[in-house]
């Protein structure tokens, strides 16, 4: 560890920053003591929930590429827009630029998708998982408008995605990529899993990834130093980690890389990294102690100044374009073979209940505050009222008090799965600020009028 070279310490920052994550997901018992109160932390199923004609669904997919695309263009792929919005725009996996609020300052934290405003391919309705992608290949069809290719650039993808199934699958399990010289980078991210990292990788190789993802059930919850690691060539934790996709990381160029055939392969960048200390209450050990010098890391976007109040390491930019790519067998990514998440990954959530679930009916008594796409929404409410967060993504969240840097402990859901819910009410006026601990770009604030 002493002896670590700029590139692989900037390699190990980046997987920390990049892919982030928590250790504690637990499900925390909600107090009633504190201001704002909890109501009991009911995690109710949609089922107990009256659902009479649901409005129709809005597209916020089309909600975050128009409003990206009001956005200046930025000379290179890899910049920002040079006059940033007012606002927080974008949601992961759906706009191009994801802006997000640190305080009172609103800060670029994600760069993201080929040459338009719009991230490719990310939405479960549109066959772009590696096994749908394979089966249209196969059945000899014209490939559909969104997919933007030919069929001969097809034919190439899915050659290529063969072949990072195939270096992934040389992995039976985790004990393999230690016996073959990789390194764990994180504890297992949500619906991602550990990063473990080929030393060797170089440059854009469907043989040989820069990373290769490992998951199993009980993973999830563990911090980076409980779950294992390579020693000796042997990985030291539970057995059954097995591999559920790779990750690509490339050298920072202007404009985006080659990469995949076609234009659906969603390279990311990146912005505003916090990586540092959290208070006791959200310890994380996504970066690597030895390599920040912190004993207790977490990460998050926000800015600079609040970054250095908490004492964290602040990276501008992480100097690579990354990528998920989600290619085993049993872990088909129906959100898209690129997407950043995968929800077949643990803690797993009820994908197959999405499309009547998405948008759910409190009733009257109760302030519907949906979860969709990655976005809590505005939520504004009085004294007193119940607000309803519900789970309408495919992959799981929580809502969690404070912000991912300085959790209060005020309130936590725990996990919330596809379709489920919790109820919180405030006693006092003011604004409340939240976040999912597991995806910690997600933040939101309450107001209490
Ligand atoms: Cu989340």
Redesign the pocket.
């Known amino acids: 560890m002493r002896h670590l070279t700029l590139p692989l310490l900037l390699l190990l920052a980046l997987v920390a920053v990049a892919c982030g994550s928590t250790d504690d997901t637990s499900d925390a018992a909600a107090t009633s003591t504190i201001a704002p109160t909890t109501v009991p932390s009911t995690t109710a199923s949609t089922a107990e929930i009256a659902t009479s004609a649901p409005p129709p669904v809005p597209d916020f997919f089309a909600e975050y590429e128009a409003a990206a695309a009001e956005l200046p263009k930025a000379e290179y792929d890899r910049d920002l827009p040079p006059q940033p919005p007012d606002e927080p725009i974008g949601a992961y996996g759906y706009s191009r630029y994801v802006f997000t609020r640190s305080g009172d300052d609103v800060i670029p934290s994600l760069v993201e998708g080929p040459l338009g405003y719009q991230v490719r391919c990310q939405q479960e309705a549109q066959d772009c998982s590696y096994r749908e992608l394979k089966a249209l290949w196969e059945s000899g069809e014209t490939p559909p408008a969104y997919l933007g290719m030919d069929r001969a650039t097809l034919g190439e993808l899915v050659d290529q995605l063969d072949r990072v199934n195939a270096a992934i699958s040389q992995y039976v399990d985790i004990g393999d990529a230690c016996a073959a010289g990789f390194r764990k980078s994180t504890n297992q991210v949500?619906n991602m899993g550990i990063h473990m990292i080929d030393g060797g990788a170089s440059g854009f190789d469907p043989d040989r990834p820069q990373m290769v993802l490992f998951a199993q059930e009980s993973g999830i919850g563990l911090g980076r130093d409980e779950i294992g690691d390579c020693a000796g060539g042997e990985w030291t934790g539970d057995d059954g980690y097995v591999p559920v996709g790779a990750v690509f990381n490339l050298a920072l160029t202007e404009d985006h890389p080659e990469g995949f055939a076609g234009p659906i392969d969603n390279w990311h960048v990146h912005y505003n990294t916090c990586i540092g200390r959290a208070d006791e209450a959200g310890s994380s050990l996504v970066n690597d102690p030895e390599v920040i010098g912190v004993a207790e890391g977490a990460r998050a976007s926000t800015s600079e100044a609040a970054c250095r109040d908490r004492g964290g390491t602040f990276l501008p930019v992480i100097p690579n374009w990354m990528m998920h790519t989600y290619v085993a067998d049993d872990f088909d990514a129906q959100s898209g073979v690129f997407s950043m998440f995968n929800p077949t990954v643990w803690p797993l959530s009820d994908a197959d209940g999405l499309a009547d679930e998405r948008v759910i009916d409190p009733g009257a008594d109760v302030t519907a505050a949906p979860?969709i796409n990655?976005s809590f929404g505005e939520i504004r409410v009085g004294v007193g009222e119940t607000v309803r967060f519900s789970n309408s993504?495919a992959?799981?969240?929580?809502v969690t008090a404070g912000s991912f840097l300085d959790p209060t402990g005020d309130f936590d859901s725990g996990v919330l799965g596809t379709g489920q819910a919790y109820d919180l009410s405030f006693d006092e006026p003011g604004e409340y600020a939240l976040f999912?601990?597991?995806?910690p770009e997600?933040t939101a604030t309450v107001v209490v009028e």
């Open positions: 949500a979860i990655f993504d992959v799981p969240h929580t999912c601990v597991l995806h997600m």
